[in-house]
C-alpha cells in the first residue's frame, strides 16, 4: 500500500496551493481519505477528511471556507485544494486512509500513512 503525496512548495502568504495523494496498493474508494499536517516540534494534527463516497466532508476549524478536499475515486486520487494560505499553514502535509472519517479524530487510528510534503509559507 502506497500513498503518494504531491504538490508542496514554496508560496506567499495569500496564495494558493493544491495537493494531491495517489493511493495504490488499496482500493481507495473503500477508504476515508484525507490529510494531517505537522509543524516542526509540533504534534500531527488533523487537516481534513472525505468520506468513501465523496459527500462527507470534515475540516478542522482554522481551515474552515479556504481548504476543500476532494476526491476521484476513478484515478484513486485525493486533492486539498487550499487558498488564501497563511503563515501558521506551514508544515509538513501528510496523506491518509482509514475506514470511517471518524477514525479521523485520532492519528492513531489511521490505518495508513503518505510520506509527506512540505508547505511553506512565506510573508
Known amino acids: 500500500v502506497q500513498l503518494q503525496a504531491s504538490g508542496g512548495g514554496v508560496v506567499q502568504a495569500g496564495g494558493s496551493l493544491r495537493l494531491s495523494c495517489a493511493a495504490s496498493g488499496l482500493t481507495s474508494s473503500s477508504y476515508s481519505m484525507g490529510w494531517f499536517r505537522q509543524g516542526p516540534g509540533l504534534d500531527r494534527d488533523f487537516v481534513a477528511t472525505?468520506?468513501?463516497?465523496?459527500?462527507?466532508?470534515a475540516y478542522t476549524n482554522s481551515v474552515k471556507g479556504r481548504f476543500t478536499i476532494s476526491r476521484d475515486n476513478v484515478k484513486n486520487i485525493v486533492y486539498l485544494q487550499m487558498n488564501s494560505l497563511a503563515l501558521e499553514d506551514a508544515a509538513v502535509y501528510y496523506c491518509?486512509?482509514?475506514?470511517?472519517?471518524?477514525?479521523?479524530?485520532?492519528?492513531?487510528?489511521?490505518?495508513?500513512w503518505g510520506q509527506g510534503t512540505l508547505v511553506t509559507v512565506s510573508s
Open positions: 491518509a486512509a482509514a475506514k470511517s472519517i471518524t477514525d479521523f479524530q485520532n492519528a492513531n487510528w489511521i490505518n495508513y
Open positions: 472525505i468520506s468513501v463516497n465523496g459527500e462527507r466532508t
